[in-house]
């Protein structure tokens, strides 16, 4: 792949493919209701994620990269013109499609297209979120009686 990735990311190539790839793990529905992964704009949140497990992403990176050059090896532009069988056929032969997928899917789920498509509204469960009943404090009075169990230093 021709970009490199700067510290923060994946390069402008791998994000492409990545794009093509999340659309595989979960492509879109057949009647439109529901975006594929990379539709959603699920690369982004993956590459937020990997942020804080950078042999995660390096792993991904590369898996990105040999499947562009597959591609490019079976006579097409790269991975993300290939056909969606191939692609398929492709992605089933790599090690960190596993652990993408993981992350796919947290990211999808949370994405607000699909949470609205899934008829519930796309927002924090609080302030406005579930009803809770009020605190009875007074279960925590036998905690309160009990002398300390730690040491001051």
């Keep these: ?10 390069s402008e190539d791998e994000k492409n493919v990545l794009v093509s790839v999340l659309d595989e793990i979960i492509p879109p ?17 993956i590459d937020k994620a990997l942020e804080s497990t950078p ?26 013109a290939l056909p969606r069988e191939t692609k398929v056929d492709l992605l089933n032969q790599q090690g960190f499609v596993l652990p993408l997928t ?14 609205a ?12 979120g579930y009803e809770m009943e009020p605190n009875d404090l007074t279960l925590l009075d036998p905690v309160r009686r009990r002398p ?6």
């Design 1 to 10: 792949m021709g970009n490199s990735a700067d510290k923060s990311g994946f």
């Design 29 to 45: 529905s057949g009647d439109g209701k529901f975006p594929g992964a990379g539709q959603a704009g699920v690369g982004s949140y």
């Design 55 to 80: 042999d995660l992403r390096s792993m991904i990176a590369q898996g990105l990269a040999e499947l562009d050059d597959l591609g490019r090896g079976r006579g097409a532009a790269g991975f993300s």
């Design 102 to 115: 993981l992350h796919a899917y947290a990211g999808y789920y949370q994405n607000p297209r699909v949470v």
């Design 117 to 128: 498509a899934l008829g519930l509204e796309p927002r924090p469960p609080h302030p406005k």
């Design 148 to 153: 300390k169990l730690y040491r001051e230093c």
